[in-house]
């Protein structure tokens, strides 16, 4: 098709992905919280699904019921890491307009 510049395109997606990349970035230093048994486990985590703090309540340590606070503890990372990923997709999803890009979003 004639009048069409590829060059022009090739930019626009270069700015693209580098103001996707300076998001992660930003994303990186974002937290959100998560908790598990009725707020005694507290997970923090970043915006590219790190874990930075996990707090519990110390009414759960009991010796003799180890695998409640493993569970707690895991469904309280889950929840973390779940809303890290939704938190990341969204953010990236208005910068993108929404549309899919392999690798990035």
Do not use: H, W
């Not at 930075?52 to 309540?57: A, G, N, P, Q």
């Not at 707690?72 to 890009?101: D, F, H, P």
């Amino acid at each position: 098709m004639p009048g069409i510049d590829l060059n022009y395109f090739i930019r626009q997606a270069n700015k693209l992905t580098e103001k996707i990349e300076q998001r992660k970035k930003e994303l990186a230093e974002e937290t959100v919280e998560a908790q598990a048994g009725d707020g005694r486990v507290t997970v923090v985590a970043n915006c590219v699904q790190e874990i930075k703090s996990i707090k519990i309540d110390k009414s759960l340590v009991d010796p003799n019921d180890l695998g409640m606070l493993e569970d707690l503890v895991t469904a309280g990372v889950n929840a973390a890491l779940a809303s890290s990923r939704e938190k990341m997709q969204r953010e990236l999803g208005k910068i993108s307009g929404g549309v899919k890009i392999p690798g990035i979003t």
